[in-house]
């Protein structure tokens, strides 16, 4: 009924209207009084935690993008080095694991069959399962070491949303607990970033605002049966993200790239016409801005028609977009808070304009317990 909906026709729109109190809700009581993060169910001690010199993250699907996220952030924050496995892959390929290495599981759900299998397998081999799940008690966590809930509340819409972004906030904490455990971040520096995250429900509350800006793109565009997304470092994830959506919702045919690779590949695509998602970086001291700029330049000389996603006051963005999505301010590792929100969006609003379920889309599952 629209009353579970909160009014929204889908739950899918409840939930990705639900993000700023689902973000806010997963950084609540994660401070002590002494300003030091902590996390309630870690169960790892501090030693075991020091003593982990890799870290593998696997996950399925949309939660394997919020892995992705996380490798920027734990490498930088902590020096520790982090693979991403899909994890229908994992066990396949003989992982090199021991006592030392971390493995993080990312399910909403928690009952993945595939990313259960993988854990299972990490334990035999002696490696610590941290579990970053949305739902209580269920199968993934019972079986891991430690636990990061998201607090995203119950995800109805098959397609994640708030669980997704949920799942990035606890994975900036876990790198933020664990560079201030290993000491590779000072405290006031944590304290910081802490202070950033927590200005991200305003940030997602003011894209949800202008919601119908992009609800008139993805009008505009609703005879395109085809779409790229372009991201880097941090904004490639989004960029993954941003084209899944389309083809979970739409069943339109979306990639998404990594704007260096273009050059290798996915720029024989492009054609006149063709939309293309570009994440552009805040515009900092490193040269992200300036190759992500670039990368756009070349696209749309060959035709592209470029829907940009850029920070406010980022004016050199301008002339390269053919339409323009602004972006809240953020630091470049907290991006993906924002930049995915504009994206969930289209993808909703396309999906419903083409007449199709977004909230249970043909031949997909919400927790897949088959391998
Ligand atoms: C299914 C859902 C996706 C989800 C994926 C992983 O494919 O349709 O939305 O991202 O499973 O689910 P999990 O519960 O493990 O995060």
């Known amino acids: 009924s629209a009353a579970e909906k909160d009014g929204h026709d889908w739950f899918m729109r409840k939930e990705i209207f639900e993000q700023p109190h689902a973000v806010a809700d997963s950084l609540l009581g994660r401070r002590s009084r002494t300003g030091s993060l902590q996390l309630d169910e870690m169960r790892l001690s501090d030693q075991e935690l020091r003593d982990i010199d890799k870290i593998i993250i696997i996950a399925a699907g949309t939660s394997f993008y919020a892995g992705l996220v996380a490798k920027y952030a734990i490498e930088h924050w902590c020096r520790i080095p982090v693979e991403v496995e899909l994890s229908s892959e994992f066990r396949y390929r003989d992982p090199i694991l021991d006592y030392s290495t971390l493995v993080v ?171 293309v998602f570009c994440i552009v970086p805040p515009q900092g001291r490193d040269q992200l801005h300036d190759k992500m700029l670039s990368g756009i330049q070349e696209v749309r000389a060959r035709g592209a028609r470029t829907i940009c996603l850029a920070e406010e006051g980022d004016a050199r963005i301008t002339p390269y977009a053919d339409r323009l999505v602004r972006l809240p301010r953020v630091p470049v590792l907290l991006q993906p808070l924002v930049s995915v929100v504009p994206l969930q969006l289209f993808a909703c609003e396309l999906a419903t304009a083409l007449g199709h379920d977004v909230d249970q889309p043909r031949n997909l599952a919400k927790s897949v317990t088959v391998e």
Request: charged share 20%.
């Open 105 to 275: 599981a990312i399910s909403q759900s928690g009952e993945t069959a595939d990313t259960l299998q993988a854990i299972r397998h990490a334990r035999t081999q002696r490696s610590k399962v941290l579990a970053i799940c949305n739902t209580n008690g269920s199968t993934i966590p019972r079986e891991s070491d430690a636990v990061i809930y998201t607090h995203a509340g119950p995800e109805i819409g098959v397609a994640s949303t708030k669980g997704y972004t949920t799942q990035l906030v606890a994975c900036y904490l876990l790198a933020l607990y664990l560079a201030q455990v290993k000491g590779t971040r000072f405290g006031d520096e944590i304290d910081q970033i802490m202070g950033q995250l927590e200005q991200i429900p305003a940030a997602i509350e003011s894209i949800l605002a202008r919601a119908d800006e992009v609800y008139a793109l993805a009008h505009e565009f609703a005879a395109s049966t085809s779409f790229i997304f372009l991201g880097r470092h941090a904004g490639y994830p989004t960029a993954l993200e941003g084209a899944l959506k389309l083809k979970e919702l739409a069943y339109l045919h979306a990639e998404g790239f990594a704007a260096g690779e273009l050059k290798h590949g996915p720029i024989a695509l492009i054609d006149d016409g063709l939309p």
